[in-house]
């Protein structure tokens, strides 16, 4: 038996190639993939495989390519080692630097015993693809899958400039008519692999729920707007989804890159794709640059929120929500930055930072009219209150109203008081604990920072969200036995359900945020932007 090494995974040769698609030797799991036979580890009743590549490297000339299927293997691949993170810089409590492009990867967590029929599948999308950092290594399923039933699957994509980039001179390359959208292309792909493949680890294909978080969240509004996610899923989870809008053919992101050749010494190359390709890992992660969507016919032929409004996205059962101090989050981390409190100069300056995102789409001005620094008790506050109501609370609740139309929606708000984080606040800010941006990933993956199991009452917390989450992917409906029941989403009544320890419908939601307000001033509202 003799063991080939690749990507932070290894293949081991030998004749338990060659035995039926799910086996044990030594406790040690072996699945047979469409592609090929892959070992993983037993772990407390769940079967681990971690680094399972689902992709062909995006390396040299497939750099800034939609992704390629991976090609066969018939030596077993040693599932047991985590894969790398896409390119990224540190950026969070639980980000990693990588510099690795081979980082196409992902991990899946599967009840050891099964008793007929198949689980749900549970597709997880990671967050912070807006900053360029994240990935599935950060992530552990054991206890989701444990005490749930379901089968998880946590996949790595593109991060950054590396999947985002726009330029023409990568245009209409594979039959793609844009550049750009090499995220969305390589979620698709990992849903593909599923397709192929969830029925080898007890999966069921027929009920995959895609979730994420933050940029996973916007992530799963496009793969809901995309043509090309037809039968990748049945259902969709959205939390705390930063919603890009507008979407456009290439505007500010083309902007973007040509701003960038000079650092990528690619301002004055004759064969600009060439360079691109052939730029350092480094300099590529050296640019600030934010995630977006670029609109192409066959992938992303309209914005997402235009695609509710007028009922042509996946109709799906969907969950969406938002968590009640979302900008804490945020404001906290500028302050951090800076490594003082906020003063007001400092709220007017991150305003005007805020505007000039190019998927934001914010009025400078108007929202310092209607967040003025007077009004609040200190500049981060005011702070926390514009990004909480602007960049989440009320375009969820307008995305809600749209899809709510064709399909059943869910809508909730995580209100828990004092919660468990997995990313604290930095201790430089005067902002208290609260539900801010992040707060419910450690309830909905039952792990603190250290990725420790909750104890207490946010145990019972973790165990009801999971609970509504998993018979959501199991039913499209988070209800049943021992929970409150959480009545869905109607545009009369506009009730979302508070999620705390023991949740009730809130009626005033539209209102606590200022949304009405804020569709008046132009602020939000995606049909005056």
Not at 415 to 426: R, S
Request: hydrophobic share 40%; net charge negative.
């Amino acid at each position: 038996m003799h063991a080939l090494t690749r990507g932070g995974i290894t293949k081991v040769s030998g004749m338990a190639a060659t035995w039926a698609l799910l086996s044990t030797v030594a406790a040690a799991p072996l699945v047979q993939t469409a592609e090929g036979p892959v070992r993983g580890r037993e772990q407390k009743g769940v079967r681990v495989f971690t680094g399972i590549p689902y992709a062909t490297p995006p390396l040299g000339a497939l750099r800034f390519r939609p992704p390629r299927p991976h090609a066969a293997w018939t030596e077993i691949l040693e599932a047991t080692h985590e894969a790398p993170a896409c390119p990224q810089t540190p950026g969070s409590a639980i980000g990693k630097p990588s510099d690795q492009e081979d980082c196409l990867f992902l991990n899946v967590w599967a009840p050891s015993t099964h008793v007929g029929g198949k689980w749900p599948v549970m597709v997880w999308i990671h967050g912070s693809g807006d900053k360029g950092y994240g990935g599935s290594p950060f992530f552990d399923g054991q206890r989701l899958v444990r005490d749930n039933h379901v089968v998880l699957v946590t996949i790595n994509y593109r991060l950054g400039l590396l999947g985002s980039l726009v330029s023409s001179s990568l245009d209409r390359e594979d039959d793609n008519e844009h550049s750009g959208n090499y995220h969305l292309r390589d979620q698709q792909e990992a849903l593909r692999w599923v397709q192929r493949n969830a029925a080898a680890f007890g999966g069921d294909p027929t009920a995959v729920t895609i979730f994420g978080e933050s940029a996973g969240g916007a992530a799963v509004l496009a793969l809901l707007a995309s043509p090309a996610s037809k039968g990748l899923f049945q259902r969709a989870i959205a939390e705390s989804p930063v919603i890009v809008h507008p979407v456009t053919r290439v505007g500010a992101e083309q902007q973007t890159t040509e701003k960038v050749l000079p650092d990528l010494g690619c301002a004055h190359t004759a064969d600009l794709a060439a360079c691109l390709r052939a730029a350092p890992v480094a300099a590529l992660l050296k640019e600030p640059f934010g995630f977006s969507y670029v609109l192409d016919d066959s992938l992303l032929p309209m914005d997402p929120l235009t695609a509710f409004a007028t009922g042509a996205f996946r109709q799906v059962p969907v969950m969406i929500g938002s968590n009640a101090e979302e900008g804490h989050f945020q404001a906290a981390l500028f302050e951090s930055m800076r490594g003082r409190r906020m003063t007001e100069a400092d709220y007017r300056a991150d305003v005007e930072r805020l505007a000039g995102l190019p998927w934001l789409h914010i009025d400078a001005a108007a929202a310092l009219s209607q967040y003025p620094p007077a009004h609040f008790p200190n500049p981060a506050v005011a702070e926390s209150q514009l990004v909480t109501d602007v960049m989440f609370a009320c375009d969820a609740e307008l995305a809600r109203r749209a899809m709510s139309k064709y399909t059943s929606v869910y809508g909730y708000e995580f209100t828990e008081p004092d919660p468990v984080q997995e990313e604290p606040l930095p201790a430089v800010t005067e902002l208290p604990n609260a539900p801010h941006h992040t707060s419910e990933e450690a309830y909905v993956f039952d792990g603190n920072q250290e990725h420790a199991a909750l104890t207490g009452p946010a145990a019972h917390l973790s165990a009801l969200i999971r609970g509504y989450w998993t018979a959501f992917a199991r039913m499209g409906d988070p209800n049943g036995r021992g929970r409150i029941r959480w009545p869905p989403y109607r545009r009369d009544t506009s009730i979302v359900w508070a999620l705390q320890s023991r949740p009730y419908g809130e009626h005033d939601f539209f209102a606590r945020h200022n949304c009405a307000r804020l569709q008046a001033s132009g602020l939000i509202g995606w049909s005056e932007r």
